[in-house]
């Protein structure tokens, strides 16, 4: 089947600890995104990449890290310099070389709680 | 001041009802618009794109107004499964989607 897969779809984690996030597409799209979501509100860009090696800030970056190694893979590090984890996190991809719409498309997404 | 904005609701329309959402946007250069659909604890999903001319598919309507940086959408004949949360998306001239904190629908029978 085509599309986003996200692992864990929860995971809990005690203060102080890095945790990964993974992502992986076979839609063979080129843009991969990180979102973070908190109850009743918008969705908010950690990091983006459009090629493989490479990757920009978002607009709530620190705490976080992320690599593109892969094409099919965007994995997410919440690490101990990020003061308020716990929530919902989203992967999407886009795929940028066709003209007209490129919407988002969205991964099932991981549930990440502080303990 | 928010990229995105839309009216929170809850809106709570019976079955059968037309409802009708707005949201605005700052960034008058932006270029691509959406309506995501979200359901509780789940990912969002595409309802439908905003084109310029406006669009419809089925039940839902879709339309842009450049001039009042505004986009809305309608939906006619609501039924209970349309209960969810609409998100309004805007997309700049590059690779970031701006995303509006949501409109939560509830179709009561």
């Known amino acids: 089947d085509g599309g986003i897969t996200q692992s864990p779809k929860y995971l809990f984690r005690k203060e102080g600890q890095n945790v990964t996030l993974s992502c992986e597409q076979n839609?063979?799209?080129?843009?991969m995104y990180w979102y973070r979501q908190d109850p009743g509100q918008g969705l908010r860009l950690i990091y983006y990449?459009?090629?493989?090696?490479?990757?920009q800030k978002g607009d709530i970056a620190e705490g976080y890290s992320v690599s593109r190694e892969k094409k099919e893979s965007f994995p997410l590090t919440v690490t101990s310099a990020q003061k308020n984890p716990t929530a919902f996190y989203l992967c999407?991809?886009?795929?940028?070389?066709?003209?007209?719409?490129?919407?988002?498309?969205f991964g099932p997404g991981t549930r990440l709680t502080v303990l | 001041r928010k990229e995105v904005e839309q009216d929170p609701g809850p809106f709570n329309v019976p079955e059968g009802a037309t409802v009708a959402f707005n949201c605005t946007y700052s960034n008058s250069a932006s270029q691509s618009f959406f309506w995501y659909r979200q359901d509780c604890r789940k990912e969002p999903k595409l309802l439908m794109s905003v084109y310029s001319s406006g669009n419809e598919d089925g039940r839902f309507t879709a339309q842009l107004n450049r001039a009042s940086q505004y986009i809305s959408l309608l939906i006619r004949d609501s039924k209970l499964s349309d209960s969810a949360t609409y998100l309004c998306v805007v997309k700049p001239n590059f690779n970031k989607f701006y995303f509006g904190s949501g409109t939560k629908l509830n179709v009561k029978p």
């Open positions: 839609l063979n799209h080129d843009a």
């Open positions: 999407a991809t886009q795929n940028a070389r066709t003209s007209g719409r490129n919407e988002q498309f």
């Open positions: 990449s459009q090629i493989v090696n490479d990757f």
